[in-house]
């Protein structure tokens, strides 16, 4: 089957985008907050990329509306994601020559605020930015729970429909 044809499709193409940020933040600095920064969104996409996965091995329990009905998760995820990643490649290829006319601010030494700048926000803006991160992790994290009760459901209703005894047999998970 082509993968672009799959229920889970569009779960491992945010996924994806989000592994090569965490990689590509890894590469921008060695700083604590962008580790921390990378481990958030790393983790968030190994959510997605094992529900991706998930849905795709199960795709014949999964309705076509899956991505009509869970695609905020996703696009809620990218957008954070194409925001910081906009941020390194903006911070990545100022020169000092770039300044321009006038009094354009010259972006700062160090890695984290040269980052910040490229987001044009303060410390306070990125705590905000952070929470809609938690936020963005949260939902790929209870999307696996609705993936995962799907399936139990449904592997449930499979051995109850085969045999009425199956309580007599331990239990094979």
């Not at 790393?42 to 309705?63: C, D, M, P, Q, W």
């Not at 790929?140 to 399936?151: F, G, K, P, T, Y």
């Amino acid at each position: 089957m082509d993968h672009s044809q799959q229920p889970g499709s569009f779960i491992l193409k945010a996924a994806d985008e989000g592994l090569k940020l965490a990689a590509a933040l890894s590469h921008f600095a060695s700083g604590q907050r962008t580790r921390d920064l990378a481990s958030k969104i790393s983790l968030t996409a190994t959510i997605l990329t094992e529900v991706g996965r998930e849905v795709n091995h199960h795709a014949g329990y999964f309705k076509t509306t899956l991505q009509k009905k869970f695609q905020n998760v996703t696009t809620k995820c990218e957008k954070d994601f194409d925001r910081v990643l906009s941020a390194i490649d903006k911070a990545n290829t100022w020169k000092s020559g770039d300044s321009g006319e006038g009094s354009i601010e010259l972006p700062p030494k160090k890695a984290w605020k040269r980052l910040l700048w490229a987001m044009s926000m303060n410390e306070t803006e990125f705590d905000d930015f952070d929470d809609s991160l938690d936020e963005s992790m949260t939902q790929a994290a209870m999307l696996q729970c609705i993936v995962a009760l799907v399936v139990l459901q449904i592997h449930g209703q499979q051995s109850v429909t085969i045999s009425p005894f199956n309580f007599l047999a331990p239990p094979s998970i």
